[in-house]
């Protein structure tokens, strides 16, 4: 589902919407990144990664394994309430999906970072996200 890293096209289209939650500021890309942007606002900081997906539909679960690599380099952030690890999904036609990784969830969310309902959301026991 992953195509490597996020196009530009992907990326400038992700900051107009950062900048409604608060004031983005850009990771310079790099292979090694952690994330690709950071938005900081009232509590949380979120630390952003955005990522290509073809099949933007999919159940939460097979983001979890189609999106490991991507999930293991935002696992190493450290957890903190303050803090928001988030995955940004885009398709071809512009569909965006947005997740947090939690320590043992991975929820999905609305534009305006807000927690949907849990339907949406993935156990670290279904899946081990974070583990190599």
Partial sequence: MSRGRPSYRALSEAIPIARRRGTTQA??????NLYDFT???AIPLA???VSYCTRIHAPVAEFVNDFREELI?????????SISREL???????TW???????????E???D???LSGRNAVSKKTCAVGEK
Avoid: C, K, N, Y
Wanted: cysteine-free.
């Fill in 73 to 81: 380099m935002l696992g190493r952030i450290p957890t903190h309430m």
């Fill in 88 to 94: 940004w999904l885009r398709s071809r036609h512009g």
């Fill in 27 to 32: 990771a310079v890309r790099a292979p090694e």
């Fill in 97 to 107: 999906r947005f997740f947090r990784l939690t320590a043992d969830t991975l929820a």
């Fill in 113 to 115: 970072g807000m927690l």
């Fill in 109 to 111: 969310l609305g534009q």
């Fill in 39 to 41: 938005i900081v606002s």
């Fill in 47 to 49: 630390f952003v990664r």
